[in-house]
């Protein structure tokens, strides 16, 4: 077990704020955020992008059987929703292990 880290003095909430530790959680929040708003971004309009200009290779059959109706757009579609799951997984999980400990922390350290 780890031991816990030492306990500074309590702080107003105008002092956490303006403390080298809140801007630095507030700092790497806004980079994990726009970093993943970034990728979603790039996976949900360059799904729409291709739609747009190369029609003819998102209808493209997977199969060659005459009834197949399953053709590349369908998975790319699926494949760009399962995306923006992964990345809110990606999300949630950083937030659960690193931020969320890390806003407590800072929370204790207010004045009661």
Do not use: C, H
């Amino acid at each position: 077990m780890s031991a816990a880290p030492p306990v500074e003095a309590s702080k107003t909430a105008t002092e956490l704020i303006e403390s080298p530790d809140f801007r630095a959680l507030v700092r790497t929040r806004w980079t994990v955020s726009f970093t993943l708003l970034g990728l979603l971004f790039v996976g949900y309009y360059g799904y729409i992008l291709l739609v747009a200009t190369a029609p003819g290779v998102v209808a493209r059959r997977l199969s060659e059987a005459p009834d197949a109706i399953t053709n590349v757009g369908l998975v790319l579609g699926i494949a760009t929703l399962v995306f923006a799951w992964i990345l809110t997984a990606v999300y949630v999980v950083w937030a659960n292990r690193s931020y969320d400990p890390e806003v407590e922390r800072l929370k204790s350290q207010l004045r009661r």
